[in-house]
Protein backbone atom coordinates (compact mmCIF):
# COMPACT_ATOMS: atom_id res chain seq x y z
CA UNK A 1 0.00 0.00 0.00
CA UNK A 2 2.86 2.08 0.12
CA UNK A 3 2.44 5.13 -2.25
CA UNK A 4 -1.08 5.31 -1.58
CA UNK A 5 -2.18 8.81 0.62
CA UNK A 6 -5.16 7.16 1.90
CA UNK A 7 -4.27 3.06 1.94
CA UNK A 8 -6.70 2.23 4.63
CA UNK A 9 -9.47 2.27 2.13
CA UNK A 10 -8.32 -1.07 0.41
CA UNK A 11 -8.05 -4.00 2.86
CA UNK A 12 -5.83 -7.26 1.94
CA UNK A 13 -7.30 -10.68 2.31
CA UNK A 14 -4.68 -11.80 5.36
CA UNK A 15 -6.20 -8.95 7.47
CA UNK A 16 -10.03 -9.97 6.64
CA UNK A 17 -9.35 -13.18 7.18
CA UNK A 18 -7.67 -12.22 11.37
CA UNK A 19 -10.69 -10.00 11.17
CA UNK A 20 -13.66 -11.99 11.24
CA UNK A 21 -14.44 -12.56 14.34
CA UNK A 22 -14.06 -9.01 15.48
CA UNK A 23 -17.33 -7.69 16.32
CA UNK A 24 -16.31 -4.41 15.24
CA UNK A 25 -15.55 -5.71 11.65
CA UNK A 26 -18.66 -6.46 9.22
CA UNK A 27 -18.59 -7.81 5.42
CA UNK A 28 -20.65 -7.10 3.00
CA UNK A 29 -21.23 -8.80 -0.41
CA UNK A 30 -22.55 -6.32 -2.76
CA UNK A 31 -22.31 -8.60 -6.08
CA UNK A 32 -25.35 -7.51 -8.87
CA UNK A 33 -25.14 -8.75 -12.14
CA UNK A 34 -26.03 -6.82 -15.11
CA UNK A 35 -27.19 -9.55 -17.71
CA UNK A 36 -27.04 -7.78 -21.43
CA UNK A 37 -30.36 -8.63 -23.03
CA UNK A 38 -30.61 -9.30 -26.89
CA UNK A 39 -32.97 -6.74 -27.84
CA UNK A 40 -32.52 -3.93 -25.33
CA UNK A 41 -30.38 -2.42 -22.08
CA UNK A 42 -29.96 -5.06 -19.23
CA UNK A 43 -31.42 -7.13 -16.61
CA UNK A 44 -30.54 -6.31 -13.38
CA UNK A 45 -30.04 -9.60 -11.16
CA UNK A 46 -28.75 -9.22 -7.76
CA UNK A 47 -25.95 -11.80 -7.02
CA UNK A 48 -28.15 -12.92 -3.89
CA UNK A 49 -27.92 -16.79 -5.49
CA UNK A 50 -24.22 -16.60 -6.02
CA UNK A 51 -23.47 -15.57 -2.69
CA UNK A 52 -25.86 -18.80 -1.32
CA UNK A 53 -23.27 -20.56 -2.78
CA UNK A 54 -20.42 -19.12 -1.52
CA UNK A 55 -19.21 -16.32 0.28
CA UNK A 56 -16.70 -14.89 3.25
CA UNK A 57 -17.38 -16.49 5.88
CA UNK A 58 -20.06 -14.51 8.22
CA UNK A 59 -20.51 -11.85 5.07
CA UNK A 60 -23.87 -10.22 4.76
CA UNK A 61 -25.36 -10.21 1.46
CA UNK A 62 -26.05 -6.47 0.45
CA UNK A 63 -28.72 -5.91 -2.50
CA UNK A 64 -27.14 -2.53 -4.09
CA UNK A 65 -30.54 -1.91 -6.09
CA UNK A 66 -33.05 -3.02 -2.95
CA UNK A 67 -30.70 -1.79 -0.08
CA UNK A 68 -29.05 0.80 -1.17
CA UNK A 69 -30.48 2.85 -3.37
CA UNK A 70 -33.79 4.95 -3.76
CA UNK A 71 -36.17 2.63 -5.68
CA UNK A 72 -38.71 5.85 -6.79
CA UNK A 73 -36.38 7.51 -8.63
CA UNK A 74 -36.78 6.48 -13.01
CA UNK A 75 -33.13 5.71 -13.22
CA UNK A 76 -31.37 2.14 -11.19
CA UNK A 77 -29.36 2.93 -8.58
CA UNK A 78 -29.49 6.39 -7.35
CA UNK A 79 -28.07 7.87 -4.01
CA UNK A 80 -30.41 6.81 -1.15
CA UNK A 81 -32.01 9.37 1.54
CA UNK A 82 -29.51 9.63 4.63
CA UNK A 83 -32.20 8.38 6.23
CA UNK A 84 -32.88 5.37 4.23
CA UNK A 85 -29.30 4.41 3.94
CA UNK A 86 -28.66 4.81 7.79
CA UNK A 87 -32.21 2.39 8.52
CA UNK A 88 -30.13 -0.26 5.88
CA UNK A 89 -26.54 0.16 7.46
CA UNK A 90 -28.55 -0.73 11.26
CA UNK A 91 -30.00 -3.77 9.54
CA UNK A 92 -26.40 -5.49 8.70
CA UNK A 93 -25.52 -4.51 12.05
CA UNK A 94 -23.53 -1.73 11.50
CA UNK A 95 -23.08 1.33 13.63
CA UNK A 96 -20.60 4.69 13.42
CA UNK A 97 -17.94 2.61 14.88
CA UNK A 98 -17.88 -0.21 12.57
CA UNK A 99 -15.37 -1.68 10.68
CA UNK A 100 -17.16 -2.57 7.60
CA UNK A 101 -15.20 -3.86 4.40
CA UNK A 102 -17.34 -4.49 0.80
CA UNK A 103 -16.42 -6.76 -1.93
CA UNK A 104 -18.23 -8.44 -5.12
CA UNK A 105 -17.88 -10.92 -7.51
CA UNK A 106 -16.68 -10.82 -11.02
CA UNK A 107 -16.14 -6.59 -11.11
CA UNK A 108 -15.22 -4.56 -7.61
CA UNK A 109 -17.25 -1.85 -8.40
CA UNK A 110 -20.06 -3.09 -7.02
CA UNK A 111 -18.02 -2.81 -3.26
CA UNK A 112 -16.85 0.82 -4.29
CA UNK A 113 -20.33 1.62 -5.37
CA UNK A 114 -20.94 0.81 -1.33
CA UNK A 115 -17.74 1.93 -0.36
CA UNK A 116 -18.55 5.79 -1.89
CA UNK A 117 -22.01 6.02 -0.64
CA UNK A 118 -20.62 4.89 2.93
CA UNK A 119 -18.62 8.23 2.30
CA UNK A 120 -20.79 10.10 1.24
CA UNK A 121 -22.99 9.33 4.50
CA UNK A 122 -20.18 10.29 6.66
CA UNK A 123 -18.49 6.80 7.27
CA UNK A 124 -14.96 6.89 6.68
CA UNK A 125 -14.06 3.80 8.43
CA UNK A 126 -14.73 1.52 5.23
CA UNK A 127 -12.48 -0.22 2.68
CA UNK A 128 -13.05 -2.93 -0.26
CA UNK A 129 -11.56 -5.87 -0.22
CA UNK A 130 -8.41 -5.94 -2.79
CA UNK A 131 -9.03 -8.83 -5.36
CA UNK A 132 -12.71 -9.57 -3.86
CA UNK A 133 -14.02 -12.60 -3.92
CA UNK A 134 -11.92 -14.03 -6.43
CA UNK A 135 -9.01 -13.85 -4.38
CA UNK A 136 -10.62 -14.72 -1.44
CA UNK A 137 -11.78 -18.42 -2.63
CA UNK A 138 -8.15 -18.71 -4.94
CA UNK A 139 -6.56 -19.03 -1.71
CA UNK A 140 -9.16 -21.08 0.41
CA UNK A 141 -10.02 -18.55 2.79
CA UNK A 142 -13.15 -19.18 5.07
CA UNK A 143 -16.36 -18.98 3.30
CA UNK A 144 -19.91 -20.64 4.27
CA UNK A 145 -23.48 -20.92 2.01
CA UNK A 146 -26.29 -20.78 2.52
CA UNK A 147 -28.55 -17.09 3.66
CA UNK A 148 -26.94 -14.44 5.89
CA UNK A 149 -26.39 -15.08 8.98
CA UNK A 150 -28.34 -13.31 11.94
CA UNK A 151 -26.44 -9.81 13.63
CA UNK A 152 -28.17 -8.02 16.21
CA UNK A 153 -29.01 -4.59 14.56
CA UNK A 154 -26.45 -1.75 14.65
CA UNK A 155 -26.83 2.11 15.46
CA UNK A 156 -25.99 3.84 12.46
CA UNK A 157 -26.62 7.24 12.12
CA UNK A 158 -25.43 9.50 9.01
CA UNK A 159 -22.69 11.88 10.75
CA UNK A 160 -22.42 14.31 7.42
CA UNK A 161 -23.24 14.59 3.95
CA UNK A 162 -20.35 14.99 1.64
CA UNK A 163 -22.19 16.39 -1.64
CA UNK A 164 -19.91 13.66 -3.80
CA UNK A 165 -22.60 12.88 -6.18
CA UNK A 166 -23.00 15.32 -9.14
CA UNK A 167 -26.44 15.91 -11.22
CA UNK A 168 -27.28 16.82 -14.54
CA UNK A 169 -26.67 20.29 -14.26
CA UNK A 170 -23.27 19.80 -13.11
CA UNK A 171 -22.23 18.13 -15.89
CA UNK A 172 -23.50 20.26 -18.40
CA UNK A 173 -21.84 22.94 -16.77
CA UNK A 174 -18.27 20.66 -16.87
CA UNK A 175 -18.71 20.16 -20.54
CA UNK A 176 -16.45 22.30 -22.33
CA UNK A 177 -14.71 23.46 -19.11
CA UNK A 178 -11.06 22.71 -19.31
CA UNK A 179 -10.92 23.41 -15.39
CA UNK A 180 -12.63 20.35 -14.74
CA UNK A 181 -11.76 16.66 -15.80
CA UNK A 182 -14.83 14.74 -16.96
CA UNK A 183 -13.50 10.84 -16.59
CA UNK A 184 -15.16 8.05 -18.24
CA UNK A 185 -14.77 5.01 -16.35
CA UNK A 186 -16.70 2.61 -19.32
CA UNK A 187 -14.86 -0.04 -20.90
CA UNK A 188 -14.35 1.46 -24.49
CA UNK A 189 -16.08 -1.63 -26.49
CA UNK A 190 -18.98 0.50 -24.65
CA UNK A 191 -18.60 3.41 -26.29
CA UNK A 192 -19.69 1.84 -29.59
CA UNK A 193 -22.90 -0.17 -27.85
CA UNK A 194 -26.56 1.14 -26.98
CA UNK A 195 -26.74 -0.46 -23.93
CA UNK A 196 -27.20 3.17 -22.00
CA UNK A 197 -28.95 4.26 -25.24
CA UNK A 198 -27.59 6.17 -27.83
CA UNK A 199 -23.89 4.94 -28.38
CA UNK A 200 -20.85 7.28 -27.23
CA UNK A 201 -20.17 9.05 -24.34
CA UNK A 202 -20.37 12.98 -22.98
CA UNK A 203 -18.01 15.37 -25.58
CA UNK A 204 -14.76 16.73 -23.77
CA UNK A 205 -14.35 13.51 -21.19
CA UNK A 206 -11.47 11.44 -21.03
CA UNK A 207 -11.62 7.33 -20.69
CA UNK A 208 -10.10 5.54 -17.93
CA UNK A 209 -11.89 2.36 -17.80
CA UNK A 210 -12.59 0.95 -14.52
CA UNK A 211 -11.29 -2.46 -15.39
CA UNK A 212 -7.96 -0.87 -16.69
CA UNK A 213 -7.32 0.01 -13.01
CA UNK A 214 -6.97 -4.08 -12.06
CA UNK A 215 -4.23 -6.87 -12.53
CA UNK A 216 -6.54 -9.38 -14.49
CA UNK A 217 -4.48 -12.23 -13.31
CA UNK A 218 -5.03 -11.47 -9.71
CA UNK A 219 -8.19 -9.31 -9.57
CA UNK A 220 -6.31 -6.65 -7.61
CA UNK A 221 -5.97 -3.05 -7.76
CA UNK A 222 -2.49 -1.97 -10.03
CA UNK A 223 0.32 -0.83 -7.51
CA UNK A 224 0.22 2.83 -6.74
CA UNK A 225 2.63 4.20 -9.16
CA UNK A 226 0.67 2.49 -12.06
CA UNK A 227 -2.21 4.06 -11.04
CA UNK A 228 -0.99 7.32 -10.30
CA UNK A 229 0.28 7.33 -14.54
CA UNK A 230 -3.16 6.40 -15.79
CA UNK A 231 -4.83 8.71 -13.93
CA UNK A 232 -2.10 11.18 -14.30
CA UNK A 233 -2.05 10.63 -18.29
CA UNK A 234 -5.63 12.25 -18.71
CA UNK A 235 -5.28 15.11 -15.96
CA UNK A 236 -7.55 13.63 -13.76
CA UNK A 237 -4.70 14.68 -10.73
CA UNK A 238 -4.77 17.89 -10.58
CA UNK A 239 -8.46 19.37 -11.58
CA UNK A 240 -11.48 18.85 -9.99
CA UNK A 241 -12.93 14.96 -11.25
CA UNK A 242 -16.62 14.11 -12.34
CA UNK A 243 -16.66 10.01 -12.74
CA UNK A 244 -19.44 8.38 -14.82
CA UNK A 245 -20.10 5.36 -16.62
CA UNK A 246 -23.41 3.85 -17.00
CA UNK A 247 -25.46 4.27 -13.60
CA UNK A 248 -22.40 5.22 -11.38
CA UNK A 249 -21.38 1.98 -10.66
CA UNK A 250 -17.93 1.44 -12.63
CA UNK A 251 -17.39 5.20 -11.60
CA UNK A 252 -16.93 4.33 -8.11
CA UNK A 253 -13.57 3.03 -8.62
CA UNK A 254 -11.78 5.18 -10.54
CA UNK A 255 -13.32 7.87 -7.69
CA UNK A 256 -11.89 4.86 -4.73
CA UNK A 257 -8.70 5.10 -6.60
CA UNK A 258 -8.65 8.86 -7.06
CA UNK A 259 -9.45 9.29 -3.51
CA UNK A 260 -7.05 6.75 -1.95
CA UNK A 261 -3.93 8.87 -4.43
CA UNK A 262 -5.33 11.87 -2.20
CA UNK A 263 -7.78 13.78 -4.47
CA UNK A 264 -9.91 15.56 -2.24
CA UNK A 265 -12.43 17.04 -5.26
CA UNK A 266 -13.84 14.28 -6.70
CA UNK A 267 -17.59 13.55 -7.60
CA UNK A 268 -19.77 10.63 -9.25
CA UNK A 269 -22.18 11.50 -12.01
CA UNK A 270 -25.41 9.77 -10.43
CA UNK A 271 -27.23 8.82 -13.19
CA UNK A 272 -24.35 9.11 -16.06
CA UNK A 273 -25.39 7.83 -19.46
CA UNK A 274 -28.44 5.96 -18.11
CA UNK A 275 -29.96 9.74 -17.77
CA UNK A 276 -27.63 11.29 -20.58
CA UNK A 277 -27.80 9.35 -23.04
CA UNK A 278 -31.90 9.09 -23.21
CA UNK A 279 -32.09 12.76 -23.69
CA UNK A 280 -31.77 13.55 -27.35
CA UNK A 281 -31.03 17.33 -26.42
CA UNK A 282 -28.09 16.55 -24.75
CA UNK A 283 -24.82 16.00 -27.55
CA UNK A 284 -23.03 12.57 -27.20
CA UNK A 285 -19.16 11.89 -28.99
CA UNK A 286 -18.60 8.98 -30.65
CA UNK A 287 -14.92 7.78 -31.52
CA UNK A 288 -11.69 7.40 -29.45
Known sequence: MAGFA????????????????????VVLDCTVHLRIQPNGPYKIEPGLADYEKGHVKGAQFCDVQRDVSDSTQKTNFMRPTA???AASMRRFGISNNTRVATYSTGNPWWATR???????FGHDNAAVLNGGWQKWSKEARPTETGPSPSRPAGTFVTTAERGSMANLADVKAAMGDASICTLNALMPAQYAGTTYGRPGQIPGSVSVPAGHLLDP??????????LRARLGAVGALDRPVIAYCGGGIAASADALILTMLGHTNVKIYDASLSEWSKDESLPMETGA
Open 6 to 25: HPEFLVETDWLEQNLSNPDV
Open 217 to 226: ATNTFLPPDA
Open 114 to 120: VWWLLRE
Open 83 to 85: DAF
